[in-house]
């Protein structure tokens, strides 16, 4: 059983930093993509990051510039550095692990933002 684990959300002033985690448990053969999502109050969950196998990265337009994700040399743990956070950057964020057809999600991590 594959279980992505989120870790290092809390509270930040903004203009602050901090960094995600995400460790995955389990078998990961076959991982296609990594990808961090938030979900603000009343919003919609929204992609934030992607990183997938190959190395290939894209990023929200909202967060270009202030966020990277990067993972470890087996993708088995994967970052989000968050810089110049705003308080618009307010949420849970999730790690999701696409290993084919399946998608895992770990259960979030809040992350606020004070002005």
């Known amino acids: 059983q594959v279980q992505p684990v989120e870790s290092g959300g809390g509270l930040v002033q903004a203009g602050g930093s901090l960094r995600l985690s995400c460790a995955a448990s389990?078998?990961?053969?076959?991982?296609?993509?990594m990808h961090w999502y938030r979900q603000a109050p009343g919003k919609q969950r929204e992609l934030v990051a992607t990183?997938?196998?190959?190395?290939?990265?894209n990023y929200a337009d909202s967060v270009k510039g202030r966020f990277t994700i990067s993972g470890d040399s087996a993708h088995r743990t994967v970052y989000l550095q968050m810089n110049s956070l705003k308080p618009e950057d307010t949420a849970v964020y999730y790690c999701?692990?696409?290993?084919?057809?399946?998608?895992?999600w770990g259960q979030g991590t809040q992350v606020t933002v004070s002005s």
């Open positions: 389990g078998s990961i053969l076959g991982y296609t993509a």
């Open positions: 999701n692990l696409r290993i084919g057809v399946a998608a895992y």
């Open positions: 990183m997938t196998n190959t190395g290939n990265i």
